[in-house]
């Protein structure tokens, strides 16, 4: 199986700590807030392993080639694969609810 080396984009990386910063203050409170950073953290470290399984998104949907996506709970984490250099990159990370097309055609 091939492996992958995840990197993050500086959007990402910010939506993510979004993401904790909102759980840990406006929502849940610190012990929820750890569990999804812990969680979050395990999941970029599967897509080492499954990154190329993941179906390609429309394009029309996403204003952006080659976009891919795996669940992490009520969360969206969007990426690209380079098959070439065996890499996944996340490109943004957002909430399920959210209006994730215009996310992503905005980026």
Do not use: C
């Not at 995840?6 to 939506?15: F, G």
């Amino acid at each position: 199986m091939k492996k992958y080396r995840v990197e993050m984009s500086e959007t990402a990386q910010q939506d993510l700590e979004n993401i904790i910063f909102y759980l840990r203050y406006n929502l849940s409170g610190d012990i929820i807030a750890d569990k999804y950073k812990i969680l979050f953290k395990q999941e970029l470290r599967n897509l080492e392993n499954v990154a190329e399984s993941m179906p390609i998104l429309d394009e029309e949907l996403t204003g952006h080639k080659d976009i891919r996506k795996i669940n992490v709970r009520n969360y969206i984490v969007f990426y690209t694969v380079d098959e070439e250099n065996s890499k996944a990159f996340v490109v943004r990370i957002g909430h399920a609810f959210m209006d994730w097309e215009k996310y992503l055609k905005d980026e």
